[in-house]
């Protein structure tokens, strides 16, 4: 079957580093997509990989590892305006499916 | 300048009615999506059209009913509506399948 998984919930410091995991079973893979939305707002797109390794992107990363259906996003020097939740997406170019996304909370 | 918009931003309405849902995107995208967010924050997909032609079109009841007039539109229409339809509607569009999604501000349908 299809689907990906990711943690509900993370809560975090302000000012610190969290990873939020993603893993995925997919029938066929064209890449992984993270996308934040905000509270009452659409999701934004944040990243795109495709081959294994890291991309980085101001303070957040993205890693890829296809062997291990695997994803990770980084999210650095952590804002309080990065409280949202944090959606994976993957798939391939017929069919993308979604993770039911991971809830961070950024404390002071 | 907005990327995809959509009209209304609230609906609200009562059992039984009929609505549409109204999506325009100017990025010249081959690709557009209707998605349902329920209150568990699940994306959903119910339909991908790509240059005015169904691609997608998952377990939807039929009183769903996209129309693409053309490649920048793809509107929603919605009969009968019930309780269970009361979420939020995002429309999307994307340069091919399987790009990554723009989304519109989304719509949120609340049956009475």
């Known amino acids: 079957g299809q689907n990906i998984d990711q943690p509900t919930e993370m809560t975090a410091t302000e000012g610190a580093i969290v990873q939020i995991n993603c893993t995925y079973q997919?029938?066929?893979?064209?890449?992984l997509f993270w996308y934040q939305q905000h509270a009452g707002e659409a999701p934004t797109f944040l990243s795109y990989?495709?081959l294994d390794g890291l991309e980085e992107k101001g303070r957040f990363s993205s890693f890829l590892s296809r062997s291990k259906g695997y994803s990770y996003l980084l999210l650095k020097e952590l804002q309080m305006k990065d409280s949202a939740s944090y959606l994976c997406?993957?798939?391939?170019?017929?069919?993308?499916?979604w993770g039911l996304g991971t809830s961070l909370a950024v404390n002071p | 300048d907005t990327a995809v918009s959509q009209t209304p931003k609230y609906l609200v309405t009562q059992m039984g009615n009929d609505k549409s849902i109204k999506c325009e995107q100017n990025?010249?995208?081959?690709?557009m999506y209707w998605y349902k967010q329920d209150s568990k924050k699940f994306l959903k997909i119910m339909f991908s059209?790509?240059?005015?032609?169904?691609?997608i079109n998952e377990t939807v009841p039929n009183r769903f009913s996209p129309k693409s007039p053309d490649k920048a539109h793809l509107n929603l229409h919605i009969n009968s509506l019930e309780l269970g339809d009361s979420a939020v509607y995002f429309c999307?569009?994307?340069?091919?399948?399987?790009?990554?999604?723009?989304f519109g501000p989304g719509t949120r349908l609340t049956v009475l």
């Open positions: 990989n495709v």
């Open positions: 059209y790509n240059n005015k032609e169904l691609i």
């Open positions: 997406n993957a798939g391939n170019n017929r069919k993308l499916i």
């Open positions: 999307a569009s994307s340069q091919r399948s399987g790009s990554e999604f723009n």
């Open positions: 997919t029938s066929g893979f064209n890449g």
């Open positions: 990025l010249g995208h081959d690709t």
